[in-house]
Nanobody, 124 residues
Framework: HVQLVESGGGSVQAGGSLRLSCLAS????????MGWFRQAPGKKREGLAY???????VYEDTVKGQITISRDKPRNMLYLQMDKLELGDTGVYYC???????????????????WGQGTQVTVS
């Protein structure tokens, strides 16, 4: 069973940067792919970026160039570096883990079985 706890959210001015963290625990964490998702107010949760157990990354087109996903396996950490934040980046950010082929045709919310509780990011 994998447990995920996000941190690092908060309020930031437009144009600023923020780094989110996700602490993972539980068996087989290092073998799982992981991802970051965002749920903006009034919208469905959407995927942003994914990283495989070997460090391979995939980014959704909407956020390419703006965010960087990384993981530190020895520390059981997943990170999301976000730059040039805009008002539309406001939302709850979730990390997720699962047995996922991140280079498959479809990778989304239903691909991941484990989720954190989310951390709020507010851009003003």
């Amino acid at each position: 069973h994998v447990q995920l706890v996000e941190s690092g959210g908060g309020s930031v001015q437009a144009g600023g940067s923020l780094r989110l963290s996700c602490l993972a625990s539980g068996y087989a964490y290092t073998n799982y792919a992981m991802g970051w998702f965002r749920q903006a107010p009034g919208k469905k949760r959407e995927g942003l970026a994914y990283i495989d157990y070997d460090g391979t990354t995939v980014y959704e087109d909407t956020v390419k160039g703006q965010i960087t996903i990384s993981r530190d396996k020895p520390r059981n950490m997943l990170y999301l570096q976000m730059d040039k934040l805009e008002l539309g980046d406001t939302g709850v950010y979730y990390c997720a883990a699962g047995d996922v082929e991140i280079d498959s045709d479809y990778v989304g919310e239903t691909s991941f079985g484990y989720w954190g509780q989310g951390t709020q990011v507010t851009v003003s």
